[in-house]
Each structure stands twice: as C-alpha cells, then as structure tokens.
Antibody
C-alpha cells in the first residue's frame, strides 16, 4: 500500500518561499507521476502541478511563475517550492500520486499559514 | 484555467439516489475521457471514488457511478447512506496537460 507524508514549516512569512517535502513509502516513485494539490481553508481543491516518471513537470498556469516541483528518487521523495508567497497561499497542501490522470493515493495534508 | 462548475449543495433522504453535475468546456471534460470524482469528509484527505468517467477503484461501493455527456460529467450516488455525507469534487485532465478540479458539492443526508 502506497503511503505519502508531507513535511515542512507550518508558518511562512509573506514574500518568502514555501518549501514542502513528500515522502513516499510502499513503492518506488520513479515509475509514476506525483502531484501537489492545495485547499485554502473552507474552499475547494486546486492543482498546483505534477512531476512525471521522466522528471518532466506540468504546472497550473496561474502559479507557473512561482512553482518548482522536484524529485529525489534516492530518497523516494518529491518536493514543492512556491516563491513570493502571500496570504492567499495559506492552505492545506496535499501530495498525491497521479496514476494516469487521477489521484489515487493522498497524504494527510499539512496546513501552511502565510503570516508575518 | 477555470474551475469546473458544480452545484454548491445536494441533499437526499436515506435510500434515495442523488446526482451531482460537473460542467466544463471542450478543453477539459468535453475533450477527454479523464474525469475523476473525489469524496472528502471534514478534516480528511480526499478519496478517489471514480476515475476515467465511470470506473471504480477497488473497495469503492457500487452505489457510486459516473457518466459523461458532452462537457458535463455526473456522479450518481444510489441508496444514499449517512456515511455518504461529505464534500465531493470532480476533476478533469485539460488540453494544457494539467488537471482542474470542480468547485465542490456538499452532500447532505436528510
């Protein structure tokens, strides 16, 4: 059974960079695509982007200029960096496996608050 | 990239059937057979319920089914149960090779 766990700071200052890591267990990450999805408090889900098995990335056009997703197959981890954050980036951030075109395994989510 | 449109809320009595619609465009739902549905209970991570329009992952009840016509997809929950009370989100692959979620629907079991 694939399991995912997000980790990283729960508080980030405005204009700084949000950095999160997702650790995957139960299978190697090299064979699938892996995604980041976020959910502002009380609101809906938003795809941030994903990295595929070859290392190619696809980002939400509205976030593309600020997002970087990388993977480290030796650690079975992938990561998210979101630069120049504002209060609008406050959300629960989920990592998930993107199997074909759907998200079949999810992490529990981690709340990141942007505040000074 | 605009969110897919879902009704804010749908309700039904136990045992009834309900349908949740998800409306997009020819660049997402209308152009691909990659529509998925997720159930999210309060404070929990979403759970995949339907993929590729009408396929169920192992372990998901056959009370859940999906369909698509043109630019609108639908999730049908039959034999509504108290445990089905949750938020539901649709998602579609898009022509710019990303994915977009719906606005979400709160299902209430009366």
């Amino acid at each position: 059974q694939v399991q995912l766990q997000e980790s990283g700071p729960g508080l980030v200052k405005p204009s700084e960079t949000l950095s999160l890591t997702c650790t995957v267990s139960g299978g190697p990450i090299r064979s699938y695509s892996w995604a980041w999805i976020r959910q502002p408090p009380g609101k809906g889900l938003e795809c941030i982007g994903y990295i595929d098995y070859s290392g190619s990335t696809n980002y939400n056009p509205s976030l593309k200029s600020r997002v970087t997703i990388l993977k480290d197959t030796s650690k079975n981890q992938f990561s998210l960096r979101l630069s120049s954050v504002t209060a609008a980036d406050t959300a629960v951030y989920y990592c998930a496996r993107r199997y074909n075109r759907e998200f079949d395994f999810w992490g529990q989510g981690t709340l990141v608050t942007v505040s000074s | 990239q605009s969110a897919l449109t879902q009704p804010a809320s749908v309700s039904g009595s136990p045992g009834q059937s309900i349908t949740i619609s998800c409306t997009g465009t020819s660049s997402d739902i209308g152009g691909f057979y990659y529509v998925s549905w997720y159930q999210q209970h309060s404070g929990k991570a979403p759970k995949l319920m339907i993929f590729e329009v009408n396929k169920r992952p192992s372990g998901v009840s056959d009370r859940f089914s999906g369909s698509k016509s043109g630019t609108t997809a639908s999730l049908i929950i039959s034999g509504l149960q108290a445990e089905d009370e949750a938020d539901y989100y649709c998602s579609s692959y898009t022509s710019d090779t990303t994915d977009v979620f719906g606005t979400g629907t709160k299902v209430t079991v009366l």
